[in-house]
T-cell receptor, first 119, second 112 residues
Framework: ETGVTQTPRHLVMGMTNKKSLKCEQH?????MYWYKQSAKKPLELMFV???????ENNSVPSRFSPECPNSSHLFLHLHTLQPEDSALYLC??????????????????FGPGTRLTVL | QKEVEQNSGPLSVPEGAIASLNCTYS??????FFWYRQYSGKSPELIMS????GDKEDGRFTAQLNKASQYVSLLIRDSQPSDSATYLC????????????FGAGTRLAVHP
């Protein structure tokens, strides 16, 4: 496996189900992210993990629960979702670097995404 | 005011022409800028990053950054039908380590 992988690629769930999305990065990066992409809306950052610690929680409802057991794996646990949560969920990773004179490098690489449909 | 603004398009150019995509951002002091390409039904793919004022060229792509005017652009030379996609501009805001703000994207259509 190379790059960033996500499973499952497609998921249909009812509002009372509990499911989990999985992301794995094979790039040796130190940060991982969850994004949500809805139709006709910009990518929305949900969560950021840097060195396995959550550093950003972008006002995401508690029905979304992230988990980062190590620097290569990231999960998004889903429960009691709403139909409006149907979207493409994207995982990304980056190797954050601080260069000379305070320069900061943060190239993020995305996985293929999970297309989630909530019925 | 949106933090990162892009014209939604579609921008239609003939094959072989130069496609010019523009992006403006609101946070002065933003430090890193990225262009992603996203084909329909696929995930975003990083095509260019730029960190300092001026031009950066990579093959048929040139990114241009003007921090004083708060805009970043992407030029695609010799446009091909395979370049037809949505192009996303992303900005790392000041102090926003690990945080990228994305524009809504510009849809590019290259016709033969």
């Amino acid at each position: 496996e190379t790059g960033v992988t996500q499973t499952p690629r497609h998921l249909v769930m009812g509002m009372t189900n509990k499911k989990s999305l999985k992301c794995e990065q094979h790039l040796g990066h130190n940060a991982m992210y969850w994004y949500k992409q809805s139709a006709k809306k910009p990518l929305e950052l949900m969560f950021v993990y840097s060195l396995e610690e959550r550093v950003e929680n972008n006002s995401v409802p508690s029905r979304f629960s992230p988990e980062c057991p190590n620097s290569s794996h990231l999960f998004l646990h889903l429960h009691t979702l709403q139909p409006e949560d149907s979207a493409l969920y994207l995982c990304a990773s980056s190797q954050d670097l601080f260069g000379l004179a305070g320069a900061y490098y943060n190239e993020q690489f995305f996985g293929p995404g999970t297309r989630l449909t909530v019925l | 005011q949106k933090e990162v603004e892009q014209n939604s398009g579609p921008l239609s150019v003939p094959e072989g022409a130069i496609a010019s995509l523009n992006c403006t951002y609101s946070d002065r002091g933003s430090q890193s800028f990225f262009w992603y390409r996203q084909y329909s039904g696929k995930s975003p793919e990083l095509i260019m990053s730029i960190y300092s004022n001026g031009d950066k060229e990579d093959g048929r792509f040139t990114a241009q950054l003007n921090k004083a005017s708060q805009y970043v652009s992407l030029l695609i030379r010799d446009s091909q039908p395979s370049d037809s996609a949505t192009y996303l501009c992303a900005v790392n805001p000041p102090g926003g380590y690990n945080k990228l703000i994305f524009g809504a994207g510009t849809r590019l259509a290259v016709h033969p």
